[in-house]
T-cell receptor, first 116, second 112 residues
């Protein structure tokens, strides 16, 4: 079956521009996560959506970052006024139901963002 | 947060077994041990998880110490496709347990 799909796979932008990154989770998965991975580093938690609950935005690094999830499915991560330090791979993951500590996350291949 | 410690890198030869260690001395009784791996230019993928008993699946085996303060991911016959970064993660109970903490993991190199 289809996995988590992210688009675009690569995005090059100029400093100060806004970008939108898209994530299509696995159908039926109620939990959706965004992570960021800088070169040579581990994954940094950004934001978490679960069903109709208020998202956990505690990992967003600044107010230039926002995310939404429409209809409980597709999610968009928006970065306004991009800076060079925003350059990273942005990874999306989904899971069937959060709260269970034996469940698995399924990741997309990520969007490589490069801010010039 | 519950924390894990892994070697930065390990090396193996093709078709030989690989034992990837992980220390998690502060683990709590209901924390699950998860392993993920990340192949080049891919997102992480789930490998295996366990609580107390050793676990086997088609990808790997997970050996958990009796005191649960450490675990070992075992690849029985490494292939070139197993070259990846392997992450050992504790999934804690309750609270914000969806916030999985991925450290730098262990970079596994497989030599032909």
């Amino acid at each position: 079956g289809a996995g988590v799909s992210q688009s675009p796979s690569n995005k090059v932008t100029e400093k100060g521009k806004d970008v939108e990154l898209r994530c299509d989770p696995i159908s039926g998965h109620t939990a959706l996560y965004w992570y960021r991975q800088s070169l040579g580093q581990g994954l940094e938690f950004l934001i978490y959506f679960q069903g109709n609950s208020a998202p956990d935005k505690s990992g967003l690094p600044s107010d230039r970052f926002s995310a939404e999830r429409t209809g409980g499915s597709v999610s968009t991560l928006t970065i306004q006024r991009t800076q060079q330090e925003d350059s990273a791979v942005y990874l999306c993951a989904s899971s069937i139901q959060s709260g269970l500590n034996n469940e698995k996350l399924f990741f997309g291949s990520g969007t490589q963002l490069s801010v010039l | 947060d519950a924390k894990t410690t892994q070697p930065n890198s390990m090396e193996s030869n093709e078709e030989e077994p690989v034992h990837l260690p992980c220390n998690h001395s502060t683990i709590s009784g209901t924390d699950y041990i998860h392993w993920y791996r990340q192949l080049p230019s891919q997102g992480p993928e789930y490998v295996i998880h366990g609580l107390t008993s050793n676990v086997n699946n088609r990808m790997a085996s997970l050996a958990i110490a009796e005191d649960r303060k450490s675990s070992t991911l075992i690849l029985h016959r490494a292939t070139l496709r197993d070259a990846a970064v392997y992450y050992c993660i504790l999934r804690v109970s309750g609270g914000s347990n969806y916030k999985l903490t991925f450290g730098k993991g262990t970079l596994l190199t497989v030599n032909p």
